[in-house]
Nanobody, 121 residues
Framework: QGQLVESGGGSVQAGGSLRLSCEVS????????MGWYRQTPGKQREKVAAIFSGMTDYAHFVQGRFIISTDYDKNLVTLQMNSLEPEDTGVYYC????????????????WGQGTQVTVSS
């Protein structure tokens, strides 16, 4: 069992919704900021959303469509994705680390294995 384990990816038509979940080991969850990154075809991995101590940060291309949240009882971080577009297709990764890194470009030290999201037009 890894320290960050994603679930919830899949295929959906444009305009639909998906909910990604990441189960995090307790030590990491309690210590670090959490976030979601994605790698879309032809692009470098990029930050989608980050959350830490009541603060959230979103990439401009998901503002108003995606919501990141945490569940401290379950050591879970989720990404609710609404109004999905074909351009959102890619592999989504759960990430953990210092806030400045998770909300930045490179991400923190800890990564999940990734989960595929496919949005068809």
């Amino acid at each position: 069992q890894g320290q960050l384990v994603e679930s919830g990816g899949g295929s959906v038509q444009a305009g639909g919704s998906l909910r990604l979940s990441c189960e995090v080991s307790r030590d990491i969850f309690r210590r670090y900021a959490m976030g979601w990154y994605r790698q879309t075809p032809g692009k470098q991995r990029e930050k989608v959303a980050a959350i830490f101590s009541g603060m959230t940060d979103y990439a401009h291309f998901v503002q108003g469509r995606f919501i990141i949240s945490t569940d401290y009882d379950k050591n879970l971080v989720t990404l609710q994705m609404n109004s999905l577009e074909p351009e959102d297709t890619g592999v989504y990764y759960c990430n953990a680390g210092p806030w400045s890194l998770v909300r930045g470009i490179s991400g923190g030290r800890y990564w999940g294995q990734g989960t595929q999201v496919t949005v068809s037009s």
